[in-house]
């Protein structure tokens, strides 16, 4: 019976999405223009649709693929990281997910164990946190400085370190400022 299913504390603690929430709410009301997610309205680039018809024409994903994803995938990943980025990768070290949200909370839980501390920038992205909470992780928030773009404040991530942070967290562009950290 489903009343008598037990949440996991885990699951529990991580807090309702303000993006989803805004979404239920916006569905109550008549004539709402939403605009709090990316959702193409044209469909997927006809070269998009090409590729993906001659894969599946091929038998190479008619099914299940190989959990890491395809190897020829993986082979041209390995490429462009070589080429474009000077990334020594071969495809045994690529893993393809079907976006970034689950790529990024595969590589939280493989990392993060219960207790380990995650460093975010502060604002993040919600699901960025939930991520670390549902590894049982610790989310820790270094501020971005606002009067210069949200940049990262380097040294107050180096104040947050302690021995328990596992990771730092970041993306760039982060979300939901757009800020672009620069290399250095």
Known sequence: MVENLRISNRIRQIPKSA?????????QIEDVAFLSWTK???????????VTTEVINKGLMDGYSESA?????????????????????N?????????????????????????DKVILPSP???THSNQVLLASGKPVFAP???????MLDIEAVRKIITPKTK?????????PTGTVFSEQ
């Open 19 to 27: 993006i989803h929430e805004m979404t239920r709410l916006s569905k």
């Open 40 to 50: 193409p309205t044209s469909g997927a680039p006809v070269h998009i649709r090409e």
């Open 69 to 89: 994803g395809l190897l020829e995938l993986r082979k041209e990943n390995a490429n462009k990281l070589n080429r474009d980025n000077h990334i020594d990768a």
């Open 91 to 115: 495809p045994d070290q690529i893993l393809v997910t079907v976006g970034a949200i689950e790529g990024i909370a595969s590589a939280v839980l493989a990392v993060v164990d219960p207790g």
């Open 124 to 126: 993040t992205y919600s």
């Open 144 to 150: 971005t400085i606002e009067d210069q773009g949200f």
């Open 167 to 175: 990771a730092i967290l970041h993306c760039s562009p982060i979300n």
